[in-house]
């Protein structure tokens, strides 16, 4: 069974702007990110990118754009990311069983590439992230925005320090 670190991308991976981003043009990767996942890939992690991606229920994007923001974080980390899912729905506009907090995209993770969740991590910044992935068996921890969740394990200012307690443990 392998390790993995999921990670959620909005906030995390990629600068959170206060709106919701559907230009290139408008999509930062977070300072720090890039040399976290070489280091994470460096220990033999998997890295599993879990999304909430509502933009492609309301309109304002599609999957294309979600793959093109991906493939632009992998094309900055030397193609670290493993696999990517995402979860197209929102609640007033279509119902998803793959929506944070749901866990649904970790089980078929999971699943599809042996993972052994005792030796996993969940990288959110928000308490939907850490609901499916305490929910699943994962340890969690949250890049802190005003108040953290308890339900995180660990807390951190940024992702290089996310990734520190990853590869302390």
């Known amino acids: 069974m392998k390790k993995a ?90 119902k998803s069983l793959s929506r944070k907090p749901g866990s649904l995209m970790f089980e078929r993770a999971i699943a599809k590439h042996d993972i052994d969740v005792n030796r996993s991590w969940m990288i959110g910044d928000r308490e939907s992230d850490m609901i499916p992935a305490k929910k699943v068996g994962l340890k969690t921890i949250q890049i802190a925005l005003d108040e953290p969740s308890p339900l995180a394990d660990h807390v951190a200012e940024n992702f290089l320090q996310a990734v520190e307690s990853v590869l302390k443990a």
């Not at 992998?74 to 696999?83: F, K, P």
Request: proline share 1%; charged share 25%.
């Open 5 to 94: 670190v999921f990670l959620d991308r909005d906030g995390v991976l990629n600068e959170e702007l206060g709106y919701q981003v559907t230009s290139m043009a408008d999509f930062e990767i977070k300072e720090g990110v890039t040399e976290g996942l070489k280091m994470l890939k460096e220990a033999d992690f998997l890295l599993i990118v879990v999304t909430n991606q509502s933009g492609i229920a309301k309109g304002t994007y599609d999957s294309t754009f979600v793959m093109d923001c991906h493939q632009k974080i992998q094309d900055a980390s030397n193609g670290a990311l493993d696999d990517i899912y995402f979860a197209p729905g929102y609640d007033s506009v279509s």
